[in-house]
């Protein structure tokens, strides 16, 4: 199956550098043919602005949060319609730094994920343990719980394993630990969904890198990654698009 790779810009991207980027990415992209899936998910001030220039490259637009309601009294808050009106297809939700900073629970990532199937977005659903949860050997109960408590009944989408000690230090996940949690995840959204589990992308995030990449996309049931730092230059992810399967 096709890899997808996901850019996850995070709180970065004026509008100057947001389009020196995404023209960046289209130009190198153009020379890849057939080539794996392309989502890129800006700040939000960024989503209407990028929105044409991405359609025109072949590059899905995604977000990286939404509220559980469709609208009403939430001041500073974004619904699934709105990013749908803007043309995004995919949203983040439940990023560890999102749970860390913004107090997000389980059962506040199930509900933006339903709100957002029910807008027709496809949720990139995130889960990992820390490092204390790592130390303990609770890495598998940890993201077992994640993944029981932040899908809903009938999920549709994908579900990206991001081990909070990974991201943003450089240091990737080993590809035996990816390989583990990756088939740990396969087989608890199989038990979950059955055989619509059997297909639902899983994807790695932390630390992917250009010297990385080549460990990480080939691991079974790793069907692409979501990247951070590396997203945030063309040239540092265009390569990683290459590396990735393209059918
Ligand atoms: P880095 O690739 O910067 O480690 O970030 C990963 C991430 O959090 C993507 O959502």
Redesign the pocket.
Known sequence: MKQII?G?W?MNGLSADADALVDGLAAQLAALSPRADVVVCPPFTQLARLAPKLKQAGIKLGAQDCHKDKSGAHTGDISAPMLVDLGVEYV?LG???RRAEHHELDETVREKTVAAMAAGLTPIV?VGENDDQRSAGDSQATVGWQIEGSLPQGFRGIV?Y?PIW????GQAASQQDIADMAAFIRAELVRQFGDAGKTMQILY?????ERNVTDILPVEHVDGA??????LKADAFVPLVRAARAS
């Open positions: 996901v996850n995070k983040i990023h560890s730094e995130c990206a991001e990974a991201i943003g230090t995030g932390g630390s992917v890198n979501l990247v951070g730092n590396a997203s």
